[in-house]
């Protein structure tokens, strides 16, 4: 098995830094790939200093999904891993890669966080719909057979966040079963408070609504589910109002873009449906473009830029 290690990061300089050399201690065989951009931070003169990263990709786009496509496509590896540069791998990463693979052709595992509290971890998350189990996956810490991910063409660059979500659903609609794996850990090692942070109201719902009609259809499953995540949400940020640690107009402000998000995102659903009938539901992926990179150093030849890819 040859590992690829895709590495998106922006802004995220000293984060990066621990992952890196976690990553070179714990898995010194693995490709490493860091996707950069548009970062300014210095990230791109520090790993310039290293010698444990094989390809530096410069992107223009902060989309993750672009960032996640862009360090796939560069990857040699038959086996393609996915790491936030905020997280460091644990001790039986690797070898929890290596027997999850023998269940499933993609492997996910937890993310521990420290709490002012202590430390949290996840469980494996599972839901179905129409008929369909899905296995939920980290973007964060997830690995693939290349063919499964080339089949499904990546992620959809459509999404700015989801992505992961959306990908689950696409592998369960291809029959890809997903494995878990506890051992493949990782760790968040700066303190969370373990709050809920700001969020972008409209995008999510913009997401989920998309996703969810882009592969299952208009369906009253689909509505119901969308409903009840708004209606959970509604109560718990009224909740927030009532305990004075809200605005009332930020509560209806929210509600509008929330509408605004389930229409345009259903939309754009039914559209990209249209588009790619294929079980890949991606008319948004990994070979619908060559321009996500500006820059490339590959150090796998002579560590000299390729070049500015756009012109």
């Not at 791109?44 to 360090?71: F, P, Q, Y």
């Amino acid at each position: 098995m040859q590992l690829s290690v895709v590495v998106p990061t922006l802004n995220g300089r000293d984060h990066l830094i621990a992952c890196l050399d976690t990553l070179h201690e714990r898995v010194p065989d693995a490709e490493v790939i860091v996707v950069n951009g548009p970062s300014t931070d210095g990230t791109t003169g520090m790993i310039d200093d290293r010698d444990d990263v094989d390809v530096l990709v410069e992107v223009s786009s902060r989309t993750r999904n672009v960032a996640r496509n862009a360090g796939i496509d560069e990857a040699s590896g038959d086996v393609i891993a996915l790491l936030g540069d905020d997280l460091q791998v644990e001790g039986d990463w690797l070898e929890s890669i290596v027997d999850g693979l023998t269940e499933a052709p993609v492997v996910t595992g937890p993310t521990h966080r420290t709490l002012r509290g202590g430390v949290t971890t996840e469980s494996a998350e599972r839901e179905r719909i129409a008929g369909r189990s899905v296995t939920a996956i980290s973007g964060n810490n997830v690995a693939f057979r290349r063919e499964v991910i080339e089949e499904l063409d990546g992620f959809d660059e459509y999404l700015e966040t989801g992505g992961a979500w959306d990908l689950a659903h696409r592998l369960a609609a291809a029959d890809h079963p997903v494995a878990w794996r506890s051992g493949m850990s990782v760790r968040c090692e700066y303190e969370a408070d373990g709050g809920r942070a700001d969020r972008d109201w409209g995008w999510k719902y913009r997401a989920l609504a998309y996703r969810l009609v882009k592969n299952y259809g208009l369906r009253p499953t689909v509505a119901r589910r969308t409903l009840s995540h708004a209606v959970s949400d509604a109560i718990s940020t009224a909740v927030d109002v009532v305990k004075g640690e809200g605005q009332p107009t930020n509560w209806i402000g929210n509600g509008r873009a929330v509408l605004s998000g389930i229409s345009t995102g259903g939309s754009d659903g039914l559209v990209a449906r249209a588009r790619d009938r294929s079980d890949a539901r991606n008319p948004h992926g990994l070979s619908k473009r060559g321009d996500r990179a500006v820059v490339k150093y590959d150090w796998r030849d002579d560590g000299e830029p390729i070049g500015d890819v756009d012109t």
